[in-house]
């Protein structure tokens, strides 16, 4: 037994030493935790981004060793289906993406990747959207304006020229559309703006203008019905959920052929307070619809152009969902309709 015993400790040995040797290396900061969370085992990458040292902090809780507030709520709520962006606890300069990842009965794999430079990369792309959209702004007003006075006048001169002109105005009408898209998906990725989300919403005071609004846009080729429980507000940012509802809804009128049925529903569910869009639209292929929150992403190019889309609607959707704990859910099937569900945490509540 002695003989086997050596024997079996002279292969572990190599292979040990060899698994340590590979984990000094990686370039992600690991630890092992215990199933109450204990610190078991941190690599040396754990030492320079979170400040934990293996001996030392050995048996310790992972939420006493790492004090960020955002990281305890995170790892005290258990749910560790997506990742966790916080600053460096040793350095405030760092940016990182923490995810917790249970293996084996009870054990945890908590990993930290730097992300500072794909953080300034993203700064930098939304300002310079955000710059380049604010300077289009009032060229592309002062053209427009002068469009309008030219579309309206009644002089011989401009008579020849005025389906030029109204196609002009089109075009800029639509680029404005666009720049304002643009702008408002810049301040909802900007970071520091959860200020405004606790406000009381009248949801269903909201939901009955946006009904009126799909009602005016319809032009009355559609049948659009609401089941809203009166009784269901929120805490959030009310021009936020506005843009929501109304690009969810606005949508459902473009893409439903005239004669359709476009049904909203506002009610409470086990999950929270839920809002749905049901229409019997053109519908959207399978393959399409993993990417239709992407920006600019359209099914049918030519249709959504005809119909004023801007290719971000449902990008704003997304943006403004996340900031208020929300996912966009989509169904469809070509031919027969679409439905787009969201539903809140029970926290957004407003009492």
């Known amino acids: ?55 030392r902090d050995r048996g310790r809780m992972i939420d006493e060793l790492i004090t960020n507030q955002a990281f305890q709520n995170y790892y005290s709520a258990g749910d560790f289906s997506h990742p966790l962006n916080i600053t460096s606890p040793v350095n405030d300069d760092i940016r990182l993406e923490i995810r917790i990842v249970p293996y084996g009965k009870v054990k945890y794999l908590l990993q930290a990747r730097d992300i500072t430079r794909l953080r300034q990369l993203e700064t930098v792309r939304r300002d310079f959207v955000a710059n380049v959209s604010h300077e289009m702004r009032t060229p592309l007003t002062v053209i427009h304006g002068y469009l309008e006075t030219m579309g309206e006048s009644e002089g011989e001169d401009l008579a020849p020229w005025q389906n030029i002109i109204t196609q002009m105005r089109q075009q800029t009408g639509r680029l404005q559309r666009i720049v304002e898209d643009l702008l408002l998906l810049s301040r909802l990725e900007s970071p520091g703006q959860e200020d405004g989300l606790q406000a009381p919403v009248d949801v269903p005071m909201l939901l009955e203008f946006v009904r009126d609004e799909a009602l005016s846009l319809s032009k009355g080729e559609h049948s659009i019905t609401t089941d809203i429980d009166e009784t269901i507000k929120l805490q959030g940012s009310a ?82 969902l996340t900031r208020h704990g929300s996912q966009l859910k989509i169904e469809s099937e070509p031919g027969k309709g679409s439905s787009f569900r969201c539903c809140f945490p029970p926290s957004r509540l407003s009492k």
Do not use: Q
């Not at 030493?17 to 000094?24: E, L, P, Q, V, Y």
């Not at 005239?258 to 049901?278: E, T």
């Open 239 to 320: 021009s936020e959920l506005e843009s929501i509802f109304s690009n969810l809804v606005f949508n459902a009128v473009r893409y439903t052929p005239a004669g359709g049925r476009i049904r909203l529903r506002w009610w409470s569910s086990k999950r929270g307070p839920c809002f749905l869009v049901k229409d019997t639209g053109i519908g959207i292929e399978a393959e399409h619809i993993p990417r239709l929150a992407e920006r600019f992403y359209r099914v049918d190019v030519g249709r959504s152009r005809k119909s004023g889309g801007t290719g971000l609607g449902l990008a704003i959707v997304k943006h403004a």
């Open 1 to 55: 037994m002695r003989v086997r015993g050596r024997k079996r400790k002279r292969k572990l040995s190599p292979l040990l030493s060899g698994i340590h040797k590979s984990t000094k290396v990686l370039p992600d900061a690991t630890v092992v935790l215990n199933s109450k969370g204990e610190m078991e085992w941190g690599n040396i990458v754990a030492r320079g981004m979170l400040g934990l040292e293996r001996k």
